[in-house]
C-alpha cells in the first residue's frame, strides 16, 4: 500500500531512495517507511490509487466462453 511522508523540513531530493519534492514524498517500500518513521518523518497511509501489481489488472478473454454457440 502507498504511503504518503512528510519531512520535517521543506526538503526536496532523494533520501532512502524516495524522491521528496517541497518536503512530501509517496512510497510503497516497506523498508523506506521503516526508517522514516523512526527518523520522526510523518507517514500516512496515501489517498491516491494503490500501485498495481503484476496479475492484478483486468481480467480479458478472446473467443467464446464454453457451450455457447458461435454467432454468424
Known amino acids: 500500500m502507498r504511503h504518503t511522508i512528510t519531512a520535517p523540513s521543506k526538503i526536496t531530493g532523494v533520501i532512502a531512495g524516495v524522491r521528496f519534492d517541497n518536503g512530501k514524498a509517496e512510497t510503497d517500500s516497506e523498508n523506506a517507511l521503516a526508517y522514516f518513521l523512526r527518523r520522526g518523518y510523518t507517514v500516512k497511509p496515501s489517498a491516491s490509487v494503490p500501485a498495481e501489481k503484476p496479475g492484478d489488472?483486468?481480467?480479458?478473454?478472446?473467443?467464446?466462453?464454453?457451450?455457447?454457440?458461435?454467432?454468424?
Open 57 to 72: 489488472g483486468p481480467k480479458t478473454t478472446t473467443g467464446h466462453a464454453r457451450g455457447t454457440p458461435k454467432e454468424d
